[in-house]
């Protein structure tokens, strides 16, 4: 549910915006720098973009504050996480599964946020929208892919560690006897944390999984890094959504197949935007009188 360079959280080079990091989870989340080892943005667990023009960030954003020292925005349409809980919740309980989700996804932001400070990152900054959220920050200095990959895992570790733990309290008894409203924020807490944590682990771009994945490969060749990222993504998929459907979760299986075309279209352009563009005639007769 997703770290970025330029608000982005796909490992998109930008030449002309070096140093800025983004992530852009599934998360779902979660999530672009000159380099792919520049890249930190984490897309969350269900939307690893905001497709919202630059104003519309402000306007939509209903809630800022600073947390350790990191600003979080949230926007309306974080709202959306009511719908999830809508489906298995109702009344009080739907708005209690909502403020479960969001402690739950603002800890996973703040998982890469704080993973990213502690290697030298600024102006780190998360916003929750959707049904997930968008960590961003820049770097003076080029990330290195192992620095990369610990801060795209920092995310969903952070809420595996949590949720884990709180499960084995609450079945040592601890919550014994606690009231029905506590009994849900614990419930949904627990499953938001654990079952988003481990779906943001599937290697499908542009999950941090997919991210995990990519950083690994630009170890061994990140010319080709992109490419592998997006093989073992489709690989993936044709795993995943025959097991989802056969299982009954045919709204996970959509899900899955919309991220894995959203990561490979993206691939797309930044591949497009790669390839050597025509030197004019003049330019390759002598280069130095027309200095780039």
């Not at 299982?247 to 691939?267: H, K, M, Q, T």
């Amino acid at each position: 549910m997703a770290t970025r360079t330029s608000r982005d959280n796909q490992f998109e080079p930008k030449e002309e915006r070096p140093g800025r990091s983004s992530f852009a989870s599934n998360t779902p989340h979660s999530v672009t720098a000159s380099r792919l080892n520049e890249h930190s943005a984490e897309s969350k667990f269900l939307v690893h973009r905001c497709n919202v023009p630059r104003l519309s960030y402000y306007v939509l954003a209903m809630l800022k504050f600073p947390l350790l020292g990191i600003p979080v925005g949230v926007h309306v349409t974080f709202l959306f996480v009511a719908l999830l809980g809508a489906t298995a919740y109702s009344g009080i309980d739907i708005a209690i599964w909502t403020a479960a989700a969001f402690v739950s996804i603002l800890l996973h932001e703040m998982g890469h946020a704080l993973t990213a400070r502690r290697f030298g990152a600024q102006g780190i900054s998360v916003t929750l929208y959707g049904l997930g959220g968008l960590t961003s920050y820049s770097h003076r200095a080029t990330l290195s892919h192992g620095r990369s990959f610990l801060i795209s895992a920092a995310g969903s570790a952070a809420g595996i560690v949590a949720g884990g733990a709180l499960l084995l309290v609450v079945r040592s008894g601890t919550f014994a006897g606690v009231s029905h409203e506590i009994g849900v924020f614990l419930d949904a807490f627990i499953f938001t944390a654990l079952v988003w944590g481990v779906l943001n682990w599937v290697p499908i771009v542009p999950l941090d999984g997919g991210h995990m994945v990519q950083h690994l490969a630009s170890m061994v060749n990140e010319e080709k890094a992109p490419l592998i990222s997006q093989v073992i993504t489709w690989i993936t998929v044709a795993i995943v959504v025959p097991v989802a459907v056969l299982n009954g979760f045919d709204f996970a299986a959509i899900i899955v197949v919309i991220f894995a075309f959203s990561g490979l279209r993206d691939y797309r352009a930044r591949s497009k935007r790669r390839e050597p563009r025509p030197v004019p005639p003049s330019v390759q007769e002598d280069p130095t009188e027309f200095p780039i």
